[in-house]
């Protein structure tokens, strides 16, 4: 199959080094094309705007095994590493290669095939296929859907399995990487293995949530349910942490079988009429009016929203609906008067942040830095924080969501290579930044040393607390970040696995180990 490469090629009058004639030889297999840096933006750069590294070429795989050959050509190198890139949704250049390889996954997004097996429906994607895509075909074609999801859909199957896949459906299913049965991946040795829980179980959970340091996911078996028709989507308003989030631990800790919301998240956003950070963002139609004089006096710098969906079929009785959800809501403690709801369709639902992405491109800011933070918190720790980064740091806001809400511990793997606190219930917290660049808006070293502030107050109070979407610059802050047992069983998993280093450079986790020149097949 043919594969496209563009290479950044050596001056004229430069000396051809190994790793060029490695592509060389490589776009002679593959049967690939080399051209000039100008069309190479694309594997420089991430949607974090925050790094920029030059690799020595961009391929796009069609197969698994033009992914395979890539990798083994990689090992024949001295020093050549590989990365794979989904549709570049890092913040901190976990997905380039400096002077190595970036495979563009998105050339191997066709698969999406239903499978039955004793009657259960999954669907075998293709690593490189958008989870939007997954989603309109699913539901188009089949009547199903995957059943945990993250909030936008524009990422990779690939590259969130890589991490974990987060979103309000998290607290019933767990993470995306909790359902999935199967994977086809490419290692560092450059092998093809399809594995799952009984076949190849090492490399299976090593992969999910892996960051990319084991394999490459070319194929995921996901698991489907029946979709839902219509969603009835909900947001109401809190002024005081301690309700807002023993409200939100109670439903995500009700038993199946007991009626619940089908999905809870949350979030911050500051007291005011802030039209980026404030009331403004609240209400869910044009027709709806946040009045703020339902706030209490008492309320602080910021309020807390619990943002909440019932899923229900065209055949489902209207008072039913109703009846469910005034049931749930009649046990929580929010502001009476501040409460929004609307009705639609499941897809819409779900696509709901391409909205937010059209309406940030109009203004200019997709495009520029995304200083990002994701953490895990400790439930135990999640009050304390709130207390000295939402209503202190953050009490302005982040010029984007502040999302805050629980997940629990029980709904997560820990055969898997993701690292959560050790508590139960631990909260995921989320600043997503959409500043506009400057002159209108803060530097992004300004908005990383916000960070990195948040992140020496969680150290120095000792908190029970993970990065999501990790990146460090030490050896000793990996150890840290996945605790001796662990750090130990990753290292493991890296030596059978990637011996020599040549996957997912961009985490800077660990150094290629160089090896002796050959072109040898």
């Known amino acids: 199959m043919i594969a496209c490469a563009e290479h950044f090629l050596p001056g004229n009058d430069a000396e051809p080094k190994p790793d060029d004639d490695v592509v060389s030889s490589l776009s002679k297999t593959l049967g690939v094309q080399a051209i000039t840096t100008d069309d190479l ?10 790094k920029f590294v030059k690799p020595l070429a961009l391929v796009r795989p069609y197969t698994t095994d033009d992914v395979a050959r890539v990798v083994r050509a990689a090992g024949r190198s001295p020093t050549l590493t590989v990365a794979a890139r989904g549709n570049g949704h890092s913040i901190n250049g976990q997905a380039m290669a400096e002077h190595g390889l970036v495979l563009d996954m998105r050339s191997m997004n066709e698969l999406v095939q239903l499978v039955r097996i004793n009657g259960a429906p999954y669907v075998d994607v293709s690593g490189g296929a958008l989870w939007e895509d997954v ?8 009547g199903l859907a995957p059943r945990s999801w993250t909030d936008y859909l524009s990422l990779t199957v690939g590259g969130t399995l890589s991490y974990a896949g987060v979103s309000g459906q998290a607290f019933r299913y767990g993470p995306q990487t909790s359902n999935v049965t199967e994977l086809e991946v490419v290692t560092g040795k450059g092998e093809t293995i399809v594995c799952s829980k009984t076949q190849s179980p090492e490399l299976f959970f090593a992969v999910l949530g892996g960051l990319g340091q084991f ?32 409200d939100a631990e109670w439903l995500v800790r009700r038993e199946e079988g007991e009626s619940c919301f089908d999905y809870v998240e949350g979030f911050v956003f500051v007291n005011s009429d802030d039209p980026s950070n404030g009331w ?21 710098p910021v309020l807390y929203c619990l943002e909440l969906a019932l899923h229900y079929r065209h055949s489902d009785n209207p008072s039913r609906v109703d009846a469910v959800v005034d049931g749930l809501l009649g046990r929580l403690r929010f502001i009476k008067g501040l409460k929004f709801q609307v009705d639609m369709g499941y897809t819409e639902f779900l696509l709901r942040v391409k909205r ?6 109009i203004n200019g800011v997709w495009d520029a830095p995304h200083p990002w933070l994701n953490l895990f918190v400790s439930k135990s720790n999640i009050s304390e924080f709130d207390s000295e980064v939402f209503k202190k740091i953050l009490k302005d806001g982040v010029h984007g969501p502040i999302l805050v809400y629980p997940l629990l511990r029980n709904k997560w793997d820990s055969r898997q290579s993701v690292v959560v606190p050790e508590s139960d219930i ?11 660049a400057p002159p209108k808006g803060p530097s992004p070293q300004l908005l990383v040393e916000q960070n990195r502030q948040i992140l020496q107050l969680c150290l120095a109070k000792a908190f029970d607390f993970k990065l999501y979407f990790p990146h460090y610059h030490s050896r000793q802050d990996w150890i840290n970040h996945f605790g001796n047992h662990q750090w130990s069983r990753f290292v493991e998993r890296k030596t059978a696995f990637d011996p020599m280093a040549i996957l997912a450079p961009g985490q800077k986790i660990f150094s290629r180990v160089p090896q002796p020149y050959s072109l040898t097949q």
């Open 215 to 246: 394999g490459i996911i070319t194929r995921a078996r996901i698991v489907l349910q029946e979709a839902p028709h219509t969603v009835r989507w909900i947001r109401v308003v809190y002024s005081e942490f301690e309700e807002f989030s023993s």
């Open 135 to 142: 989603l309109k075909r699913c539901v188009s074609e089949f």
């Open 280 to 300: 403004p963002n609240l209400p869910l139609d044009p027709q709806q009016v946040f009045d703020p004089i339902h706030i209490p006096p008492s309320a602080g």
């Open 426 to 436: 631990f909260y995921i917290v989320a600043l997503l930044r959409f500043s506009p």
């Open 356 to 361: 937010d992405e059209e309406h940030a491109k």
């Open 41 to 50: 933006g694309i594997a420089s750069k991430d949607f974090g705007g925050l």
